[in-house]
């Protein structure tokens, strides 16, 4: 039997790609080493992205954060794993010197008429991201991924199917291997919402013309990450891919514009 997934409301939007600023924009120019901060994102926004990608990590008292590593080393002035740390203990640390770490629950907040992709990063997050989603009834704001076949599968459980979700890697190897989209399809019993990859694994190319019309002919999307290259954005362009992460949220603006495919703010 064949789950149906009811998250479609995220991917139903008429522009005709979708733009994720990555980490919201972590290479553009101007907000360079400033990933994952409010002032990332508030920069994507003003350019025009109606589309945030951001990672999830917990505190050890609950708090959902919007973080890449699963330590503070790496991008803060200070050290610690995130899992073992309070909020109390994670707000003292800057990023760039200057931003402190935001919390999911913020960036919601603070951007009520854009959309989330929330990549899970700790399976301690699944029962937290949950509930704030539920908290915000944005159930049709968010698309959900992750690596951890058992940490999707959870959230999935657990959030009803109401919140769409993208591919695991087993998933995306479906729709890469298999001959039709229906068996792809029956081989996933039908539960992601969109297919995220990336354009190459090594030597292997992923994001080919085959695994799109798969996806497509099974009613799913396709959104490559994380590219910065003008070249390669219209190669995959061209292939008929639905949406593309970039930390260089300036090029893939310039590179829409002109393909006629950027939508202008209201």
Known sequence: MIDRPTGRPFLDDPGP????????????????????TLAAFTHAVGL??????????????????????TVLDRVTDAR?????????????AQIGGREVIPTLAQLMESFPDVRFNIDLKAAGAVPALVELIDEHEAWDRVLVGSFSRRSLAEFRRLSGGRVATSAHPLEVAAYLLSPSARLARLLTRGRPNALQIPHRRGPLLV????????????????????????????????????????????ILRDVLRKCGQWREPA
Not at 55 to 62: A, E, F, K, L, N
Not at 213 to 222: E, F, K, P, S
Not at 225 to 248: A, F, K, S
Request: zero cysteines; glycine letters at 10%.
């Open 48 to 69: 025009g992205y109606r589309y945030l990608e951001t990672d999830v990590h917990v505190t050890s008292d609950g708090v959902l954060l919007a973080f890449h590593d």
């Open 207 to 250: 994001a080919t013309r085959g695994i799109v019309r798969r996806a497509h002919a099974a009613g799913l999307q396709v959104h490559v990450w994380t590219i910065d290259d003008p070249d390669e954005m219209r190669t995959l362009l061209d292939r008929g891919v639905d949406g593309l992460m970039t930390d260089r949220t300036d």
């Open 80 to 92: 610690g794993v995130l899992a073992s740390l309070t909020y109390a203990d994670v707000r003292r």
């Open 17 to 36: 790609v979708l733009a994720f600023a990555h980490r919201g924009g972590a290479y553009h120019p101007e907000i360079e080493q400033l990933e994952n």
